[in-house]
């Protein structure tokens, strides 16, 4: 599976924007880019995930490169809740993987009322 | 609220004990996904099921097997516990395409807690 970097942790202020960033330089053409979150006590949950154009839902956007070796996933009003580990992933769409999610460190973000 | 229930949410028992975690997926979920996480090795992908067949093998130790029956839940048996095996087990459930594939989201259950003394 294709490696992804992202920093340890991060902090913000409540009401404020968040741009969480994710190095993949060698992501392959058919990699998605997902990502995911995990609040204390629960299991991850799903956030967003794209391809090559910029993605937008009610949770965040996803803005990707245009060479596909990194991407920032944007909160743009980050509040108490939001405070959790962010994980940025490849899943490869064919192969052996079957979509399977692998999971690194991720970036503990901690928000300050 | 995933849809993904799972159960127990809390175990305690031995080493060399057996136990059962036991995943219900969504409704209409054809995936089911096994993830460990412990404290020192994050969270690491151990099976994927789809529609009652295994699909993919992660870093599963020959003493944890796992089955997804008829109904599509799946069950994941620990054997031999050691004190190692504490950990928190996830399951998480897709929306599959044909043969398994999914470049979609994975839904998680809120996962179940083993502690092995």
Redesign the interface.
């Known amino acids: 599976d294709a490696k992804t970097t992202q920093p340890n942790s991060m902090e913000s202020n409540e009401e404020e924007p968040v741009h969480l960033p994710c190095n993949h330089s060698t992501i392959s053409g058919t990699d998605?880019i997902?990502w995911?979150r995990q609040l204390p006590s629960?299991?991850?949950?799903?956030v967003i995930?794209g391809l090559t154009s910029n993605v937008n839902n009610r949770m965040a956007s996803l803005a990707i490169a245009e060479d596909r070796k990194s991407s920032t996933l944007i909160l743009h009003r980050a509040t108490l809740r939001d405070a959790a580990v962010y994980?940025c992933i490849l899943?490869g769409?064919?192969g052996?993987?079957?979509?399977?999610?692998?999971?690194?460190?991720?970036t503990i973000l901690t928000v300050h009322p | 609220d995933?849809g993904?229930t799972q159960t127990p949410k809390h175990l305690i028992t031995a080493t060399g004990q057996r136990v059962t975690l036991r995943c219900s997926p969504r409704s209409g979920d054809l995936?089911v996904?096994w993830?460990q996480q412990s404290l020192d090795q994050?969270?690491?992908?151990l099976i994927?099921y789809?529609n009652g067949e295994e699909?993919?093998k992660?870093n599963i130790l020959e003493r944890f097997s796992a089955q997804q029956f008829p109904d599509l839940h799946s069950e994941l048996n620990l054997s031999s516990l050691e004190l190692g095996d504490s950990a928190l087990y996830?399951c998480?459930s897709?929306v599959?395409l044909a043969?398994?594939?999914?470049?979609?989201?994975?839904?998680?259950?809120?996962?179940s807690r083993l502690t092995v003394l």
């Open positions: 998605y997902h995911y629960q299991g991850p949950e799903y995930h994980y899943r769409a064919g052996t993987s079957y979509g399977k999610l692998t999971f690194g460190q991720g | 995933s993904v995936s996904y993830y994050g969270l690491q992908f994927h789809y699909r993919a992660g996830f998480a897709s599959a043969s398994g594939w999914n470049t979609g989201e994975l839904f998680f259950g809120e996962g």
